[in-house]
């Protein structure tokens, strides 16, 4: 596609409920990263994939917090026994360089707002 | 990476052009700055980026001082669509990916 796609937009769950968020990154692009924006703050980063490798997690705040990238393009992000701490809205970015001369204007997608009640 | 520090909010008429200051004063050599915006609702967008030579693209301009301690964004014909949070990032190469600080960031609001 054009962009980078995250579905769903808009999440509501009970506390302690399971969820799951999807991104679409743009086509071929090898590296994808998850951020987690809190209202009135900047995103912070969360885990980054190199194709279908977990380079880094080391930004997920517990072991509830569960990424994959099986075939090094679609990636879910999960998240268990949610709690109201969880609510954010949840960003991925991708992009096409993977190496150390990557150029850093990574392309983010509109983000899924989470909110536990 | 080198913290940066930005003003909290920023105001600029419509037409005028927006000067967004950086300060960036502990960066190193090999870090370069970048610049992101983030559109209400929307997820953040690359605008430039530089190291030590002035740049400029079809969005913005940026101006880093010769010391490499600061840096200006500037939006040369501000518009409504331009009314943005603004974030300055210093990131250095060299590393095999790059994790993004985005820091509080600067809130321009522009208007008619």
């Known amino acids: 596609g054009a962009g980078v796609s995250q579905s769903p937009r808009y999440k509501v769950a009970k506390r302690g409920q399971d969820v799951a968020l999807r991104c679409d990154p743009i086509?071929?692009?090898?590296?994808l990263f998850w951020y987690q924006q809190a209202l009135g703050q900047g995103p912070e980063f969360l885990t980054y994939?190199?194709?279908?490798?977990?380079?880094?997690k080391s930004g997920l705040p517990s072991d509830r917090f569960f990424a994959e990238r099986p075939e090094g393009s679609v990636s879910t992000l999960k998240i268990q026994r949610t709690q109201q701490e969880d609510s954010a809205v949840y960003l991925c970015?991708?992009?096409?360089?993977?190496?150390?001369?990557?150029?850093?204007?990574?392309?983010f997608g509109s983000g899924t707002r989470l909110t536990v009640v | 990476d080198a913290k940066t520090t930005q003003p909290t909010s920023m105001d600029c008429a419509e037409g005028r052009a927006a000067n967004l200051p950086c300060n960036h004063s502990?960066?190193?050599?090999?870090?370069?700055v970048y610049w992101y915006r983030q559109i209400h609702s929307q997820g953040p967008q690359y605008i430039i980026h530089?190291?030590?030579n002035n740049e400029t693209n079809e969005m913005a301009s940026l101006i880093i001082t010769e010391d490499r301690k600061s840096s200006t964004l500037i939006l040369p014909h501000a518009t409504l669509r331009d009314t943005a949070v603004y974030y300055c990032?210093?990131?250095?190469?060299?590393?095999?990916?790059?994790?993004?600080?985005f820091g509080q960031g600067t809130i321009l609001t522009v208007h008619p």
């Open positions: 970015a991708s992009s096409s360089y993977r190496d150390s001369n990557q150029n850093y204007g990574y392309t």
């Open positions: 086509s071929g692009h090898v590296s």
């Open positions: 994939f190199q194709n279908e490798a977990q380079l880094d």
């Open positions: 502990t960066i190193s050599g090999n870090e370069y």
């Open positions: 530089g190291l030590k």
């Open positions: 990032i210093a990131i250095g190469r060299g590393t095999s990916y790059g994790k993004l600080t």
